[in-house]
């Protein structure tokens, strides 16, 4: 931690001094600002990653989009869901929300981004320091909220293709239309894979072909809706739903293992209602009312011939939840927002093993919140956030609560240079699976804690005649109560400290040439056996965009992640190794139609996400859309 603290110092200390001009211009940071939709929701730094149509619309999943942010390492798991770690914490440690509307985290704790379609979404947030009060509970580990678009009032259709190896396609269907009043947006997917292709320098295992990764194909179906409109002119309601299945998806294994798995009847579906209603001159109340719901049958098999069953398994997860918000314009600075999260979550499950009889578990969590963001002019703010968090398992303990406090500050003291710090406490209440499984679960068990420190520096200036905008951020997190396996049962059994650096610059050397670098560094405090998997201690992002003629535009994005621990099937830790993966992508924009492709690791390198779970080789993609 000293010396991420001494690197920010010496980053601070000498952007103020090279910028000396009053007269600097402005260069606008197209991936990275700090901004607040609802009082304190931005406590430390909030990350936009913007979704670009035409380089993002043939990203399969939005894992695949987020694998380039700075503290974010994404991974496929041991069931072919979607694995995001930030800053070191774990998969159930990080809350995923649409729209602030949280996402099924089912029995398992895990959201699964690989089968969230990428069309239809404007930003991506995400918070990696200190999260505000006002999400609720389980943002210990960060917080991505998913940010859709409103529909315009001039297309009214939009048809998507793209192709890639193996029999993959892609087939999108939108319309949407926005009126005076009101709009709609309705959705249609068709995603198909015979599976995707290893690297030709992939060494094939007794388990693994070595062609197409085995047990990874799969089709998906995705229908979505969303109707807004207004109400007497001062109300806004807002009504959506939506739902994903797939009639059979098989799951790769390790390539060291010798099983057979997939799953039948996977669905996922939810339904919200929206609302921002008017109360008076300066009191407005938003209001959420949501549910979500999803259920698979996992099967396990002892032959690739599917003939012999070891594992039958139903899972069916729901979630209701309710989230009244009254923001309050005190005074031209001063903004509060008060409220509260309820959430009920529920699980049945039925297998042919220790669930003979269909058994099932629930738990309910609330939090109060208060939030503010006060600015005693433009050079300072300051916001934050009081919560307290409270969950109640169905299992007869009492269940447990924990106060959540956070606060950040901003100094604007040029017109191109900016300091901040946040600090903060946020917690993440035990999973089902961690609470109820029969065979390792553990009533008894606490909410894991983490008080977060962060300190980030801004500056944009000129060099040379190039405009540069420089970041970085240094953090501290102290973890205690943290749930792991201790024999055969979950227990709070580690404390541990993590600390690291960010940085990014962002420049445009030439009118046609736009580059961003971005470094990151993790490090922690080893401390009763524990490791961190999946998440190196470097790892660096180069993203390059070229505008060649005849308006077509390049980009060149180039990944580098470092050695990192990773963990086999009995829990023994492994070491991977660093790789380098370079993606090209072009494409070129007309009033209606936008053509792109591009091949994605180009160099066909040979690395693994996991240990035993190698990731995939070289590909192209080719892609057209089209907007009536």
């Known amino acids: 931690m000293r010396l991420a603290l001494a690197a920010l110092l010496a980053l601070s200390i000498g952007l103020i001094t090279a910028n000396e001009q009053d007269s600097l211009k402005t260069y606008d940071l197209p991936a990275v600002r700090v901004i607040s939709y609802l009082p304190g929701q931005s406590i430390g730094s909030l990350e936009i990653k913007a979704v670009e149509t035409g380089e993002d619309a043939l990203a399969l999943s939005i894992r695949d989009i987020l694998e380039d942010i700075p503290g974010l390492n994404t991974s496929a798991g041991s069931k072919d869901e979607s694995s995001i770690r930030i800053r070191g914490f774990r998969k159930n440690e990080v809350k995923i929300l649409i729209d602030g509307r949280p996402l099924n985290s089912g029995y398992f704790g895990n959201v699964d981004l690989n089968n969230i379609p990428v069309s239809g979404l404007?930003?991506?947030?995400?918070?990696?320091?200190?999260?505000?009060?006002?999400?609720?509970?389980?943002?210990?580990?960060?917080?991505?909220?998913?940010?859709?678009?409103?529909p315009s009032d001039e297309g009214w259709v939009k048809l998507g293709l793209g192709i890639k190896r193996n029999n993959t396609q892609m087939l999108e269907l939108t319309g949407s239309h926005g009126f005076e009043k009101w709009n709609y947006w309705l959705y249609g997917s068709r995603m198909h894979s015979d599976g995707f292709v290893l690297s030709r320098s992939f060494e094939p295992t007794a388990f693994e072909n070595g062609g197409p990764r085995n047990n990874s194909g799969k089709t998906v179906y995705n229908a979505q809706g969303r109707i807004g409109f207004d109400l007497f002119d001062f109300h806004r309601i807002g009504l959506s739903a939506s739902r994903t299945w797939q009639d059979e998806k098989?799951?790769?294994?390790?390539?060291?293992?010798?099983?057979?798995?997939?799953?039948?009847?996977?669905?996922?579906?939810?339904?919200?209602?929206m609302g921002d209603f008017v109360l008076g001159e300066d009191l407005s109340l938003a209001t959420h009312l949501y549910y979500d719901y999803s259920a698979d049958n996992y099967l396990e098999y002892n032959d690739a011939a599917h003939q012999y069953l070891n594992t039958d398994s139903i899972m069916k997860s729901k979630i209701w939840g309710f989230n009244p918000r009254l923001i309050w314009s005190y005074h031209p600075d001063l903004l509060i927002s008060t409220g509260a999260r309820l959430e009920q979550s529920q699980n049945k499950r039925k297998d042919n093993g220790?669930?003979?009889?269909?058994?099932?578990?629930?738990?309910?969590?609330?939090?109060?919140f208060v939030a503010l963001d006060y600015g005693t002019d433009r050079d300072f703010s300051v916001n934050g956030s009081l919560g307290g968090v409270w969950y109640l398992p169905d299992n007869g303990t009492d269940g447990n609560w924990s106060l959540e406090p956070s606060i950040g500050m901003n100094w604007q003291l040029r017109e191109n240079f900016s300091l901040s710090a946040a600090w903060g406490i946020n917690s993440a209440a035990p999973t089902m699976r961690q609470l109820f499984s029969s065979s390792s679960g553990n009533p008894l068990l606490m909410?894991?804690?983490?008080?977060?420190?962060?300190?980030?520096?801004?500056?944009?200036?000129?060099?040379?005649?190039?405009p540069v905008s420089l970041g970085i951020y240094a953090f501290n997190n102290q973890i205690s109560n943290l749930i792991d396996r201790l024999g055969e049962q979950y227990q709070n059994i580690y404390n541990y400290s993590t600390?690291?650096?960010?940085?990014?610059?962002?420049?445009?050397p030439?009118?046609?040439?736009?580059?961003?670098?971005?470094?990151?560094?993790?490090?922690y405090q080893k401390k009763d056996g524990y490791l961190l998997t999946e998440c190196p201690e470097h790892t660096w992002e180069l993203e390059q965009s070229i505008k060649l003629p005849y308006q077509v535009r390049l980009k060149i994005n180039t990944i580098y992640t470092g050695e990192r621990?990773?963990?086999?099937?009995?829990?023994?830790?492994?070491?991977?190794?660093?790789?380098?993966?370079?993606?090209?992508?072009?494409?070129?924009?007309?009033?209606?139609?936008?053509l792109y492709g591009g091949i994605e690791n180009v160099l066909d390198q040979d690395y693994q996400m996991e240990y035993g779970y190698p990731g995939a080789g070289l590909n192209f993609n080719l892609g057209l859309e089209y907007e009536i």
Do not use: C
């Not at 390539?255 to 039948?264: A, C, H, Q, S």
């Not at 600390?499 to 445009?508: A, D, K, N």
């Open 510 to 523: 030439l009118d046609f040439w736009e580059t961003d670098l971005a470094y990151s560094w993790l490090a």
């Open 250 to 273: 098989p799951i790769p294994s390790s390539i060291y293992e010798n099983r057979y798995r997939l799953y039948k009847d996977w669905a996922r579906a939810n339904a919200s209602v």
């Open 447 to 466: 909410p894991q804690k983490a008080m977060k420190t962060e300190l980030g520096a801004k500056q944009q200036v000129f060099i040379a005649s190039v």
């Open 499 to 508: 600390f690291g650096m960010e940085f990014r610059l962002i420049s445009q």
């Open 354 to 368: 220790e669930y003979l009889q269909w058994t099932q578990s629930s738990v309910l969590n609330a939090s109060a």
């Open 122 to 150: 404007k930003d991506i947030q995400v918070i990696k320091g200190p999260g505000s009060a006002i999400y609720g509970s389980g943002t210990m580990g960060g917080i991505i909220n998913l940010i859709t678009e409103e």
């Open 565 to 594: 621990f990773s963990q086999d099937s009995s829990y023994n830790y492994k070491i991977l190794e660093p790789y380098w993966k370079t993606d090209l992508q072009l494409s070129r924009q007309w009033k209606k139609a936008r």
